[in-house]
């Protein structure tokens, strides 16, 4: 089992904008790429976040300057807590502290692995690992926070992919688990909009992410990350959607390039 918790706080940020203050939100995936970006920018705008990765040197890595304080007083802070979601033990003992703390308000899930292959010579394994950590980990997460998430009328985000909508050549494996993902969202939306819980699904085209280096190294094209969609753009979106008044809801958003890379 490997549950581990520090706490950044203190020091300032450029970012003014402090609207989430008071919050408390949980990130996984956050060590690098777009969860790292959304964690960061929940703390600079004021909010408390737990932020869940299984790399510990890339979770010390996390700068404590996204922790800001507040006009008001009240301080964003950066909670680097190393989890393995597959890990039965690890997320109960995870949910257990979240829950036991005063309160959990948004939950952003974009942790999770990747792998492509032809189906015909794929390895199943790959497929079960998949599973494993694309689905059955956020899946246990969000009912295991579920009840806090009531509590305070909470949000919910999936980060998912446009293989979520439209699967690819040499993708099922990947793909299955994100159209899994949608409907999953999708079903829970009408499950608990009445308990005042949002829920939205992002679907991501190509990002300017370690993954996506390794995945154009793969396909043996030249990565030009300046062509694809910014981490950081990504987090406004989250954030911006976060701000909107409680009685708006955006359930689903596309994002895309605006520039296509060769």
């Known amino acids: ?39 960061l920018r929940l703390a600079a705008a004021g909010a408390a976040v737990t932020a869940i990765g299984r790399d510990k040197t890339r979770l010390d890595a996390l700068p404590i300057a996204a922790a800001v304080a507040s ?6 802070q950066l909670n680097p807590t190393r989890v393995d979601l597959t890990d039965d033990e690890a997320r109960h003992a995870l949910v257990a502290g979240l829950l036991a703390g005063p309160r959990v308000d948004i939950l952003v899930h974009s942790a999770g692995g990747y792998s492509s292959g032809p189906l015909a010579s794929a390895p199943v394994g790959e497929l079960d690992a998949l599973y494993e950590a694309n689905v059955r980990g956020p899946y246990a997460l969000t009912q295991g926070l ?5 509590a305070g009328g909470g949000d919910i985000v999936v ?56 995945i154009f190294a793969r396909e043996g094209r030249q990565y030009a990350p300046e062509l694809l ?16 008044p409680r009685g708006a809801e955006v359930t689903e958003i596309h994002l895309r390039p605006a520039k296509k890379s060769c």
């Not at 706080?9 to 008071?22: C, D, E, F």
């Not at 006009?71 to 964003?76: I, R, T």
């Not at 579920?146 to 009531?150: F, G, I, K, S, V």
């Not at 040499?170 to 308990?195: C, G, K, P, Y």
């Open 146 to 150: 579920l009840p806090a998430l009531r």
């Open 229 to 244: 969609i910014q981490p950081q753009d990504v987090a406004d979106v989250v954030v911006g959607m976060l701000f909107l």
């Open 159 to 214: 980060i998912n992919s446009s293989q979520g909508v439209r699967a690819s050549e040499n993708a099922a494996q990947f793909a299955a688990t994100q159209h899994a993902m949608r409907a999953i969202t999708d079903s829970l939306r009408q499950e608990v909009n009445a308990d005042g819980i949002r829920v939205c699904s992002i679907h991501l085209g190509r990002t300017a992410t370690p993954r996506q280096e390794a």
């Open 1 to 39: 089992m490997t549950y581990e918790r520090t706490t950044m706080t203190g020091g300032q940020s450029p970012v003014a904008v402090t609207r989430l203050a008071g919050r408390v939100a949980v990130v996984t995936g956050a060590t690098s790429g777009v969860g790292r970006a959304i964690a």
């Open 71 to 76: 006009p008001g007083g009240l301080a964003g």
